[in-house]
Structures are given as C-alpha cells and as structure tokens.
C-alpha cells in the first residue's frame, strides 16, 4: 500500500512564490488604505449625502470636518491595539482582526441614514485600519531578503495609491448619477478588497522573527526555510536563525520598559540599545509625512479646488482623478530608487520638492485671491497641486511607513511601528479636522504654515536619520550596539545606501561557521 506524501505547507510554495503571494496580501491592506483615504472626498461633495445627513451649509463645516477626521481617531486606537495585543497574537492574526472590524465599519457606513450611525461606522472602520496599516509593513519587512524589502515596502504603498485612484475615478463617474448610489456604491466597494484578505492571509506563514521571539524555534527555521527555498538545515538558514535568535535575546537583556520611556527612566545597561531614540526617529517619519500637508489635498482636494480655485464640482473631481493617475505613476518611479537613493536620499528629495510646490501655490492663491486676474494664478496652481503629489510619492509616501519597521530593534518592532502609525493618525486627525476650517478662514494664508513646516523638515532629515537600505534587519541592531552620535553625518557607514562591509564580513563568518559545524556533525555520524 503507497504512503501517502505529508502535505505541503503554503501550497506547497516555497522561495519568490512564497513571497509574491505574502507582498499580494500586504499590497491589497495597502490598496485598502489607499481607497480609504480617498473614498470620503467624493463623498463630502455629493448633495444626497449631505441632505441626508443634513451637512448642507458653511455653518455645518466644522460638524463635516470632525466627521471626516474621526475615522483617523479610530486608526490611531487601531494601532495602539496592534500594539497592545499585535505581539501576542502574531501578525497574521492581528490583520485578520483588523479586517473583520473593516468589514463591520463598512457595513455601518453603507447603510447608514443618520449622522450618529456615520460617526460610528467612521470610528469602527478606523479601528480595523489602524490595526491592519500597524501590522502589514511589519510582516512584509519580516519576512522581505534585505536586498528587495525596501522595494516591496515601497511597490505596497504604490498599491496605496492605485487605490487612491481607483477610488477618485470612482467618485467621478458617479458625479453624473444623483442619489444614494452615488456614495453608498464607493464606501460598498471596500468589501472587494476586504474579501481578498480573508481569503489569502490566513494560509500564509508567520513572520519567522516573530516566531523566533516567541520561542518557537523550529516553526521559525521551517518558515526561513520556506521563504529562502532551502531544506531547514541549510547554512543560510542556520545563519539567519543565529543572527535573529542573538538580536532577540541581547534586545531582552537590554530591553527599556514602556513605563521607563515615558517616565525617562531606564537602566544603565539599556543605553546601548538606543531604544527611545529609534523610537521616535520612526515615529517622526510619519509626523513629518502628516505635517508636510499630504492629507490636506488627499482628503479634500475637491473642496480645495472648488472653494480657493473656483472650480465646478465637476470638473474639481475629474482634476482629482487625473492626478490621481500621475500621483500612481510617480510612486511607481520611487520603487526602483528607494535601494539606490536610500531612504534619506528619497525623503530630501521628496520634502524639498513639497517645499517649493507649497511655496509657488501660496503666492499664486494671494494673487488669485487679491487680483483682478485672479481666475488666471487660481488655475496656475492646479499644476503645483500635481507637482505637489509626484513630489510626495518619491519619497515620503513610502518612506514613513518602510523606515519604522527596520529602525527598531526586533523586541521593539511591533511597539515601534504601532507608535509611528499612531503619530501618523493622530496627526493626521489634526490636519483634516482643521483644513475646512483653516481654507474658510485663513484664505491662501493656510498654505504658508505648511511651506515653513517642510522647510524645516530639511535640517532635521540630513542630520538625524541615519539610513537603513541595503542591510539586514540585524545590521541596524549592531550600529546602535556601537553607541553612535545623534548627528549621523560624520560617520560614512550610517548614511551610506550601500552595505558596510563590516556587516558584510560578519554574516559570511557566520556562514562559513555555519557550515563547518554541518561538516562537524556530518563526521560524527558517519564515525
């Protein structure tokens, strides 16, 4: 009688394959995110909706304002769960969870027929994402070859804006249809992608340092194994199991407690970690994004168009969708730099570019405001608006959401990434929650905080973050076990984009080690 072979974990996929359908599952999170961001915009301009929630009229801007922005309070809770209990669970889990309340959210907004049950559909939908976009980066950058983790990081917020896009030709062809359709089709639409989750992430493998930290050593070698396309006994994966398993348990022995860093207080042995500083390196990634003034266009381009333009709803809303398309190619174009840039590279550039934009459009807008031809400089604008988005998608769409998950330590990657995306949440409430306010009253002056900001955004970046492309996960680990200065520009090997090749000669020792001990126990057995 035959036996019959064991069954294949992941389908039997092993090496690229396995990888391409983990990056698929995180791509669709990420495309999710994206529709999110951009599904409200038409939403806020559509007259059933705002009759029927009875939204209509400037004295109803700041009620319309809070409603949008508190989808971006239940993000930030969101992220603080993928913290609290992200680390128990796994990540795989955490966005199952994640997904399911997304689900439950949507349900509520596309039925809904009242301004409470609006709020509440906003909050709970918020809470799912803000578990999903805590997680998803982490697992893709774990389970991600140092070599093309940056790029795939980069390609799912390029999925982002696929969304984004998606969602804004959406909103425009059904500006031509009157009716609850018109706003209840889009905010329906999340299901597809929600679908998608729950029929990918639950048969796909657990990141293997997570796993690692977890204690569970042989599902840890099993899953490498898998991802690397080798028998768990190989040297490569013997390497990577030692290099993890000694960055978890030095980070153990030297771990700061939650209490410690917001009391200030730690011990002498924590220091050489560098735990707080990574921390809020990481999180000021996504402060920085936020304050650049992204989520001031994404959310409310229409209205931007419409109310300091002078555009019709119409037309507002195809320019948005037109953007939207070269906003999607130009963060294409950031996938192939984000390893031969780098990290710093691509967030100097990409602020600069917000500066100079933001600059030109609030002197076209005073003008536009204040001119006899001001319809003339309103319409110049509309081209820095779109050279506003390719600026951004060069670098600071991607880069705040890689750039956390490998500037922590691994006993602190889920806490870390939870903290940047609740900075980005919470200041992203702020933004939205003020903008209809601050375009009603502040006229083109509203745009001269955020050129000042991005200015000031260039000093911090080019002296502070040291870059992380090119190298393992645990090469991050061994610079700041060095103890280095916080001005990274003095030392070469913290702003390189390529390898140091200290870290080089020390995984090949590791390998050839590896290997040798193979070879010893090959000896043993055959005398």
């Given at each position: ?173 059904l500006s031509f249809h009157e009716g609850s ?42 899953v490498l194994a898998a991802l690397e396309g ?298």
């Amino acid at each position: 009688m035959a036996v019959s072979e064991p069954k294949k974990p992941y389908f039997g996929l092993v090496g690229r394959w396995l990888t391409f359908w983990i990056t698929f599952a995180c791509a669709t999170d990420m495309t999710l995110f994206g529709y999110d961001q951009g599904v409200f915009s038409g939403v806020v301009v559509t007259e059933d909706f705002l009759v029927l929630h009875d939204l209509v009229g400037p004295s109803k801007t700041k009620v319309l304002s809070t409603l949008a922005a508190i989808y971006d309070v239940g993000c930030f809770f969101g992220a603080i769960l993928a913290f609290s209990f992200g680390e128990r669970t796994g990540r795989k889990k955490a966005i199952i969870i994640g997904t399911t309340i997304m689900a439950i959210g949507t349900l509520i907004q596309t039925t809904s027929f009242s301004l409470p049950q609006m709020f509440v559909g906003r909050i709970i939908l918020g809470v799912g994402n803000g578990m999903n976009t805590a997680t998803a980066p982490i697992w893709q950058t774990e389970t991600s070859k140092a070599h093309a983790r940056g790029k795939l990081v980069i390609l799912e917020m390029m999925m982002n804006i696929a969304g984004f896009c998606l969602v804004n030709w959406i909103n425009y062809g059904l500006s031509f249809h009157e009716g609850s359709l018109a706003w209840r089709f889009p905010l329906a639409f999340q299901f597809i992608f929600i679908f998608i989750l729950w029929a990918t992430v639950p048969w796909l493998p657990e990141s293997p340092r997570w796993l690692l930290a977890h204690d569970r050593t042989e599902e840890a070698a099993q899953v490498l194994a898998a991802l690397e396309g080798a028998e768990v006994g190989d040297a490569r994966v013997a390497a990577q199991l030692s290099e993890i398993r000694f960055s978890v348990e030095y980070e153990r022995e030297h771990a700061v407690k939650w209490r410690d860093l917001f009391t200030g207080k730690s011990k002498e042995s924590t220091g050489d970690t560098k735990t707080v500083r990574r921390l809020l390196l990481g999180a000021g990634t996504q402060a920085i994004q936020q304050f650049g003034g992204i989520n001031i266009v994404s959310y409310y381009l229409p209205t931007v168009l419409i109310e300091s333009v002078g555009l019709s709803n119409q037309r507002a809303r195809l320019l948005t969708a037109c953007n939207a398309v070269s906003y999607l190619i130009f963060s294409g174009v950031a996938v192939t730099l984000v390893e031969k840039w780098g990290r710093r590279g691509l967030m100097l550039v990409s602020t600069f570019g917000q500066f100079l934009t933001f600059l030109i459009i609030t002197i076209l807008l005073r003008y536009a405001e204040n001119s006899e031809n001001g319809d003339r400089y309103g319409s110049a604008s509309i081209a820095f608006f779109f050279l506003y988005f390719i600026s951004f998608a060069m670098g600071m769409l991607g880069v705040p959401w890689l750039y956390p998950t490998e500037i922590n330590s691994l006993p602190m990657r889920t806490k870390g990434a939870a903290v940047a995306t609740g900075t980005n949440w919470i200041t992203n409430f702020v933004i939205v929650e003020i903008t209809p306010i601050g375009i009603q009253n502040l006229g083109w002056r509203f745009w001269i905080v955020w050129t000042v900001f991005n200015a000031a955004f260039l000093p911090v970046i080019y002296f502070l973050y040291p870059e992380t492309a090119n190298r393992q996960l645990e090469d991050i680990d061994a610079y700041y076990r060095t103890n280095p200065s916080l001005i990274v520009t003095g030392d070469k090997d913290a702003i390189t984009t390529k390898r140091p090749l200290q870290y080089i000669e020390h995984e090949n020792e590791l390998i050839r080690r590896s290997r040798a001990g193979l070879k010893g126990d090959e000896v043993e057995q055959e005398a």
